[in-house]
Nanobody, 115 residues
Framework: QVQLQESGPGLVKPSQTLSLTCTVS??????????WSWIRQPPGKGLEWIGH???????FYSPSLKSRASISRDTSKNQITLQLNSATHEDTAVYYC???????WGQGTQVTVSS
């Protein structure tokens, strides 16, 4: 059973890049067949899938965020990272890291975009 922990700045200024890290423990992120996802929930709204990176390093993105999102991995640290460029107030949300294959989720981290 894997454990996931999100980390990153809780406050980001508009137009800056929102960067988050998901540290995975309990197994290697390169083992088959994990699908490491970033999902967010804006205040008062439902869950929104941002994208995922597969166990073998292939990223996939939501069409609505594809132009701004980048998901990568650091296999030496067993971490998944999310970068969201040109942040706006609409990016304010609780951000979750999850493996959609096993339905293991992190606790989530609040990110607020504000000047």
């Amino acid at each position: 059973q894997v454990q996931l922990q999100e980390s990153g700045p809780g406050l980001v200024k508009p137009s800056q890049t929102l960067s988050l890290t998901c540290t995975v423990s309990g197994d290697s992120i390169t083992n088959a067949y994990y699908y490491w996802s970033w999902i967010r929930q804006p205040p008062g709204k439902g869950l929104e899938w941002i994208g995922h990176i597969t166990y073998n390093g292939n990223p996939f993105y939501s069409p609505s965020l594809k132009s701004r999102a980048s998901i990568s991995r650091d296999t030496s640290k067993n971490q998944i990272t999310l970068q969201l460029n040109s942040a706006t107030h609409e990016d304010t949300a609780v951000y979750y890291c999850a493996d959609i294959a096993t339905s293991e989720w992190g606790q989530g981290t609040q990110v607020t975009v504000s000047s």
